[in-house]
């Protein structure tokens, strides 16, 4: 008798503390309201799990069954859309070149409403990448000192790791990251202030540059990997800042010179470029074609007006010889807009040498800060050039980074929210046609975010985990400098 009492306490326990389920389910011809916005998403199998909330404040309970044409089903009941890793691997890997259908029910004011279904595609073209990189900091504009950091973070999960903070180098500025394609071999990465220098990773080794020169207008700045590995592609820029008074816009990063060099890692020399050092032109964002052959970079003359809202950079191509490290003397213009009242920023060629993208905005070199900003996509084939209208948003969209496989980019918006930018994901497929992109995915969306007060930038494609330590970065950095020279 004790005995069968005992069972009925344990089955009305579990009774109790298991999940409400929907009853009395009213439906909705509407489509769940839903953070973040992964309706009509195309995605990797190999992504973490698309996890979402529900907008409405008040929403205590969803049930959410994720099913693809194989007749395979993946079901959650809590308090947001939490989906279990291993699960959702294994359902995802099920579901590779299929649409997946998602249907939620939701408990709000003590009623269950049944939403319309919406699809999440997933591509048959893999992401083949382990993580991102890329720097979070304030949206403080005048100051670093505060923590900021250079971050990886895996693909497939949700974990975080950080590369460098600047809170273990006395709060200097740490920027301007880049890997040869998505190798963790061949790394470089440009810190200010105290001890500042450029970091670079090459052929297992590791070393601090003083690249520092009286004949150059700055140590080095954006970077770019030569496809050999032999060289990377600098801009020197003297920038400064500015701040709008009674406007929309914020604040204003522009040059004012700027000039390319190429640095030969074997040699331990700065390569000058004449043509790319001419004083009444400004020249920036060099960028080297996967083939090799060749040097992409903005180009804007210095305006007569002097004015910030005058200077609009063109997307320009010179020639490059490896055997020599220098530059043609013959400038090609790709995309002219400057004549049309807008500014090119950030070339990006994809890995397979099929298309540039770049950001566009209505003057200046930052298009960050410029809600107009739009990414724009070059058929280095046709020259035919594509808007990407379901990739960009009205606000800000820029620094974007290929995939190895030049099948997806990540870059930032500010969409969000208006003020901080997040990381977006989007799919190309073999005739160049854009998806719908997707917020990079977190844990818990809703809760990360709002509790995030930094913004990401200059995001790139890793293909496996950094394995540098602080320890030694921090003693690089404080440690003596190797002086480079220039030829």
């Given at each position: 008798?004790?005995?069968?009492?005992?069972?009925?306490i344990?089955?009305?326990?579990?009774i109790?503390?298991?999940?409400?389920?929907?009853?009395?389910?009213?439906k909705?011809?509407?489509?769940?309201e839903?953070?973040?916005?992964?309706?009509?998403?195309?995605?990797?199998?190999?992504?973490a799990?698309?996890?979402?909330?529900?907008?409405?404040?008040?929403?205590?309970?969803?049930?959410v069954?994720a099913?693809n044409?194989?007749?395979?089903e993946?079901t959650?009941n809590?308090?947001?859309?939490?989906?279990p890793?291993d699960k959702?691997r294994?359902?995802?890997g099920?579901?590779?070149?299929?649409?997946?259908?998602?249907?939620?029910?939701?408990?709000?004011?003590?009623?269950?409403?049944?939403?319309?279904?919406?699809?999440?595609?997933?591509?048959s073209?893999?992401l083949s990448?382990?993580?991102?990189?890329y720097?979070?900091v304030l949206?403080?504009y005048?100051?670093?000192?505060?923590?900021?950091g250079?971050?990886?973070?895996?693909?497939?999960?949700?974990?975080?790791?950080?590369?460098?903070e600047?809170?273990?180098?006395?709060?200097?500025?740490?920027?301007?990251?880049?890997?040869?394609?998505?190798?963790?071999?061949?790394i470089?990465?440009?810190?200010?202030?105290?001890?500042?220098?450029?970091?670079?990773?090459?052929?297992?080794?590791?070393e601090m540059l003083?690249?520092?020169?009286?004949?150059?207008?700055?140590?080095?700045?954006?970077?770019?990997?030569h496809?050999?590995?032999?060289y990377?592609?600098y801009?020197?820029?003297?920038?400064?800042q500015s701040?709008?008074?009674?406007?929309?816009?914020?604040?204003?990063?522009?040059?004012?010179?700027?000039?390319i060099?190429?640095?030969?890692?074997?040699?331990h020399e700065?390569?000058?470029?004449p043509?790319?050092?001419?004083d009444?032109?400004?020249?920036?964002y060099?960028?080297?074609s996967?083939?090799?052959?060749?040097?992409?970079?903005?180009?804007?003359?210095?305006?007569?007006?002097?004015?910030l809202?005058?200077?609009?950079?063109d997307l320009?191509?010179?020639?490059?010889?490896?055997?020599?490290?220098?530059?043609?003397?013959?400038?090609?213009?790709?995309?002219?807009?400057?004549?049309?009242?807008?500014?090119?920023?950030?070339?990006?060629p994809?890995?397979?040498?099929r298309?540039?993208?770049?950001?566009e905005?209505?003057?200046?070199?930052?298009?960050?800060?410029?809600?107009?900003?739009d990414?724009?996509?070059l058929d280095l084939q046709?020259g035919?050039?594509?808007?990407?209208?379901?990739v960009?948003?009205?606000?800000?969209?820029s620094?974007?980074?290929?995939s190895?496989?030049?099948?997806?980019?990540?870059?930032?918006?500010?969409?969000d929210d208006?003020?901080?930018?997040?990381l977006?994901?989007?799919?190309?497929?073999e005739?160049?046609c854009?998806?719908?992109?997707?917020m990079?995915?977190?844990?818990?969306?809703?809760e990360?975010?709002?509790?995030?007060?930094?913004?990401?930038?200059?995001p790139?494609?890793?293909?496996?985990?950094?394995?540098?330590?602080h320890?030694r970065?921090y003693g690089?950095?404080?440690?003596?400098?190797?002086?480079?020279?220039?030829?």
């Amino acid at each position: 008798m004790v005995r069968h009492i005992y069972i009925l306490i344990v089955l009305l326990i579990g009774i109790s503390c298991s999940a409400p389920q929907p009853r009395d389910v009213v439906k909705s011809d509407e489509l769940p309201e839903i953070y973040p916005d992964y309706v009509g998403v195309t995605i990797p199998m190999d992504i973490a799990p698309l996890n979402f909330n529900m907008e409405n404040e008040k929403c205590d309970r969803v049930v959410v069954t994720a099913r693809n044409s194989r007749q395979k089903e993946l079901t959650i009941n809590d308090t947001y859309a939490k989906f279990p890793l291993d699960k959702w691997r294994s359902f995802v890997g099920e579901s590779v070149g299929d649409s997946i259908s998602v249907q939620v029910t939701a408990l709000a004011d003590g009623r269950w409403t049944s939403y319309r279904p919406f699809m999440i595609y997933v591509s048959s073209d893999s992401l083949s990448e382990y993580g991102l990189t890329y720097r979070r900091v304030l949206p403080t504009y005048d100051i670093y000192g505060i923590k900021m950091g250079i971050y990886e973070r895996n693909l497939l999960t949700f974990e975080e790791t950080p590369i460098i903070e600047s809170s273990l180098i006395n709060k200097q500025c740490v920027n301007c990251h880049v890997p040869n394609v998505s190798s963790v071999e061949d790394i470089s990465m440009h810190i200010r202030g105290e001890n500042g220098g450029t970091y670079i990773k090459h052929g297992g080794k590791e070393e601090m540059l003083d690249t520092k020169a009286d004949s150059l207008l700055s140590a080095c700045v954006y970077a770019y990997w030569h496809p050999s590995g032999k060289y990377i592609a600098y801009s020197l820029n003297t920038t400064r800042q500015s701040f709008h008074i009674g406007t929309t816009k914020r604040v204003e990063v522009y040059d004012q010179a700027s000039d390319i060099i190429v640095y030969d890692v074997q040699k331990h020399e700065i390569v000058k470029q004449p043509v790319l050092m001419i004083d009444t032109v400004f020249e920036t964002y060099p960028v080297f074609s996967p083939c090799g052959k060749y040097l992409y970079y903005c180009s804007a003359l210095f305006p007569e007006d002097k004015k910030l809202e005058s200077v609009r950079y063109d997307l320009c191509r010179v020639s490059f010889d490896e055997a020599t490290g220098l530059v043609g003397n013959d400038i090609d213009t790709l995309v002219y807009v400057s004549g049309n009242g807008t500014s090119i920023a950030h070339p990006r060629p994809s890995y397979d040498g099929r298309y540039l993208m770049y950001a566009e905005s209505d003057y200046g070199t930052f298009p960050i800060w410029h809600d107009e900003a739009d990414l724009r996509l070059l058929d280095l084939q046709s020259g035919n050039i594509d808007s990407l209208r379901v990739v960009n948003s009205s606000m800000s969209d820029s620094y974007h980074t290929w995939s190895e496989n030049s099948r997806w980019f990540v870059f930032t918006s500010r969409r969000d929210d208006g003020l901080h930018t997040r990381l977006y994901i989007s799919h190309i497929d073999e005739h160049g046609c854009a998806a719908k992109p997707f917020m990079l995915p977190q844990e818990n969306p809703l809760e990360y975010y709002q509790s995030l007060f930094y913004s990401y930038n200059t995001p790139h494609f890793i293909s496996s985990e950094i394995t540098s330590s602080h320890r030694r970065l921090y003693g690089l950095v404080k440690g003596e400098h190797k002086k480079v020279y220039v030829r």
